[in-house]
């Protein structure tokens, strides 16, 4: 009668075992996919953030070329008046997006792949767009320009009992190449548009 009921508990263990260790796998599986997944996308927006920056650092005051100068107040010396590299002139704004922010949000969010809609992810967002919950956020100083993308990413096997989507989010900061006839070394930045990145 107790080898029965041993033989009995040893067949309930090695079940228990065996379910046990198939739901380990299992969720092994799943966050070896998520975390490939996951890493995968990391790579893609860092890029999509750099190129963005690169983007709306290529947006070069036209001013600046021709060594114009801005409206300067009567106490601030001239030197801090000049033009800035990066197009952050109000003047060059269409719509509500500075020069720079447009080629720096257009670029971004194509290359991040950032839908329009969760429903129809092959229509793309532009630059118009609100860039909310994801897309693309840029500033600029005048002298360098900083991008910050935000993707949600869907995981292809979720846990049970987490989310299905995590936002990546990157950042990039760029600055803009202009040959002049005379070598500059710095550029003297002013208050970030539309406003300064978070920190």
Known sequence: MSSRRTARQR???LIVFALGFALFLFSL???????AYLFVWSGRVESAAQLGAQSGADAV?????????GACPAATPAAACAVQI????????????????R???EAADQSAQI??????????????DPQVPEGTLCASDGCRV??????????????????????VRAAGYAAPVVGTSVATSTCTGIAWVPAPPPR
């Open 11 to 13: 067949g309930q263990t």
């Open 61 to 69: 005051d036209p001013r600046y070329l021709y060594n114009a100068t």
């Open 29 to 35: 599986t799943c966050l070896v996919a998520d975390s």
């Open 103 to 105: 080629a720096c949000i």
């Open 115 to 128: 839908p329009r809609d969760a429903a129809n992810p092959l229509a793309l967002k532009t630059a118009d």
């Open 86 to 101: 990066v197009d952050i002139s109000t003047q060059d704004r269409e719509g509500t997006l500075y020069a720079f922010q």
């Open 146 to 167: 900083y991008a910050e993308v935000a993707r949600v990413v869907h995981l292809p096997i979720p846990l049970p009992g987490f989310p299905d989507t995590v936002t």
